[in-house]
């Protein structure tokens, strides 16, 4: 049976800065889509993780489906009003267009979507990450898909050991969707060599080889090639099918207890560990530290069983511990160095306006200045 699982996120305002969505809120837009869901959705699960609320859903209506997405969108908007009676902070904030046109890519919102034939039993983990960019699956997804001292099954598992084809964006590009596809591991060099720059290349989709599946799909958009502007960083969900002829869950959560190094934390532009954390967690250290959930689900027909919540287990308090003090650690550094991001992540920021006002108090001087006016 075909299904399409989508998943549709946004900041649309949030309780004492860039904490957590209200309850009101979050009523708001479950309220929306339940007296909405009629005809378009078969189920749907309504969540947040740090300030983005994240509206999960299956349907048979395929992949950027137009009702689909206005559904979603005009449950933000609803949302959205909430959050300015309520006075929250970035009410709207990821509601980059005045009105609805077709699907939500590029006016905001975070997507991520896929078609699949559903399996006799059809178990995906749901991840949601808040305080950083898309190029934080990066790492994890090149653990899973393509490296056997994380993935045993690459080498235990016949249909898994014939490797998976990744579809890499190079999310710079504004004109359209640059992509290219690289398989593993006989192009596991080229694929490593773009995925280090996780600002710039990263991990649209990932398909089995073996049977033509898809495991992956990630939300790529980057809210300043849409704005042109600084407007929070991207805060990217991800949907992964695990078992039978995909990584089984356990491999596909294992790269998380690294905590490795993302862009995110304050204002967008750090260097912090990405914490898993539970369902439904605010921010809170640094505007972070970055964050990501991860619910696991089966379905059936389209029906979604009860989220279980895949970090609630005490093996990822040391990981919490580990990536806090791996947090602090870094902003003993404050702004120097590898703490904050490069330059040209920090050119949509006001940092910008800085430089150009002190471009041109710089002088040159002692002989060649003396030669250049000549």
Known sequence: MKITLSVIKADIG???GHIAPSQPLL??????????AQGRLIDHRISFTGDDVAILMTHRRGVGDESVHKLAWDAFVAG???????????AGQD???????????????????????ERPNE????FAADKTDPGAFNLPLYLTFADPMTTPGLILSPKMAKGFRFVIMDVNETSGDRVIELVAPEQLYDIAALLRDAERYVVESVWSRATGEQSVAVATSRLHNIAGKYTGKDDPVMLVRTQMNFPATGEVLAPYATAH?????????????????GLNTGTSYFDGPPLVSCAAYAMHEGRLTD???AFAHPFWDAVRTRAADKAMEMRRQGFFGAAMLA???????GIMEKLAELGPRFRIRGEAAERKAA
Request: aromatic share 8%; net charge negative; glycine share 12%.
């Open 14 to 16: 949030s309780i004492g």
């Open 261 to 277: 190094y993302v862009a995110g934390g304050m204002r967008g532009s750090h260097n912090m560990p990405l914490m898993p954390v």
């Open 343 to 349: 330059m040209s992540e920090l050119e949509y920021t």
């Open 80 to 90: 959205t009003e909430v959050a300015k009676r309520q006075g929250l902070y970035g």
């Open 307 to 309: 989220p279980l919540d």
């Open 123 to 126: 178990p995906f983990l749901f």
């Open 27 to 36: 009523a708001a837009v479950r309220a929306h889509i339940e007296a909405n």
């Open 95 to 117: 509601l980059l267009k005045d009105a609805f046109s077709g699907n939500v890519k590029g006016m905001g919102p975070a997507v991520a979507e896929m078609e699949i034939d």
